[in-house]
């Protein structure tokens, strides 16, 4: 497990992912009615999906302002934005629900979002820069 020092990239990727995320939590919450009447996506899914993103998105913001992370926690957060984008698609190929014109382009167009913070997020992890004599797993076994 390597420590990094996040590139200003890295920190603002997670920021800006953070941020959508609650905006859309909040969206979702405050506009299910709304929205799925809208997108024909059933209520609850929409709900289910904000109370899922909240505490990611809480997290992303909470690590977008630290001053190191492990390279394992960057992964993770690559990991969990992958599979929302599965879950996405799954969601829309299943036929467990059946929105209209509006609701595919919904839900596409949030997994596309996605799938560039994914890219900004690997860009800016591979722009950090390792903490020296910060302990790693190469330094257990030396």
Do not use: C
Request: charge should be neutral; proline fraction near 4%.
């Amino acid at each position: 497990m390597t420590t990094l020092q996040p590139s200003l990239l890295l920190r603002r990727a997670l920021f800006a992912d953070g941020l959508v995320g609650v905006a859309t939590a909040a969206q979702l919450l405050l506009l299910a009615d709304w929205l799925s009447n809208l997108l024909a996506l059933p209520r609850e899914l929409l709900i289910g999906a904000a109370l899922v993103l909240l505490p990611l998105a809480a997290f992303l913001l909470w690590l977008s302002r630290r001053e190191s992370l492990t390279s394992a926690t960057v992964y993770s957060v690559l990991g969990l934005n992958a599979l929302w984008i599965l879950h996405s698609g799954l969601l829309l190929l299943s036929g467990w629900v059946a929105p209209n014109l509006l609701g595919y382009g919904f839900v596409i167009g949030q997994a596309i979002v996605v799938l560039v913070f994914i890219e900004l997020e690997w860009i800016g992890l591979k722009r950090s820069q390792a903490v020296p004599g910060a302990f790693t797993q190469a330094s257990v076994g030396a």
